[in-house]
């Protein structure tokens, strides 16, 4: 019969076992990044006289990410709360405020010139790159769930690989965020996101 000849079927680990598997697997390749060209002296530089801004600021993008990739997880099994929309909407807010706090501090030391739209949007090509590095493997795992509603699945999902692509920039930017480079950062992480809530028919297929 149909069911005796069928093959065993191995169930998924529990969303949120699965998600820290992901971010442990994450940490290592970044943290090897970090120390092979990244520069800690040069983030602590450009928050010299403003320690805690940079804990804060770091803590809530390292929140948003991982709230979100948790909470992508989350819903992509029937069950999930859609809680985990609001606090991953609430880390990124503190996120952008913490943000832009920083940034008025930069306009505040240096003046009217950090207002001109001038400057390298390299950060915009750090973190598109860097959240679909991230991005790739996480919506593989998701598309395992094959979750029922994927687009909640898949905007935290992209909002998670955006805020960890962002978080890592931090190693790797020598100069303080100008009204500039914040509205690139933002940029980059709405393409991410969006890229990611447009990729959901075909990569999130539902069940």
Do not use: K
Request: one cysteine or more; aromatic letters at 8%.
């Amino acid at each position: 019969t149909l069911p005796a000849d069928a093959p065993p079927v191995r169930p998924l680990a529990p969303p949120l076992a699965r998600a820290a598997a992901l971010l442990i697997g994450l940490f290592l390749p970044g943290a090897l990044l970090v120390a092979w060209a990244g520069s800690p002296a040069a983030l602590a530089a450009r928050y010299a006289g403003r320690e805690m801004l940079m804990v804060a600021e770091t803590a809530a993008m390292l929140a948003t990410g991982v709230i979100a990739l948790c909470g992508a997880f989350a819903l992509s099994v029937p069950g999930g709360s859609r809680r985990w929309l609001g606090a991953a909407a609430a880390a990124l807010l503190a996120w952008l405020l913490l943000s832009g706090a920083g940034c008025w501090d930069v306009i505040a030391s240096q003046g009217a010139a950090t207002w001109r739209l001038n400057g390298h949007p390299d950060c915009f090509y750090f973190i598109v790159p860097a959240g679909a590095a991230i991005g790739a493997p996480l919506l593989w795992l998701l598309s395992r769930a094959r979750p029922i509603d994927p687009l909640p699945v898949a905007l935290l999902g992209g909002l998670g690989a955006a805020a960890l692509g962002a978080l890592l920039l931090q190693f790797f930017h020598p100069f303080g965020l100008t009204a500039f480079h914040l509205g690139v950062h933002l940029l980059a992480v709405v393409l991410v996101t969006a890229l990611a809530t447009l990729s959901r028919r075909r990569l999130l297929r539902p069940a």
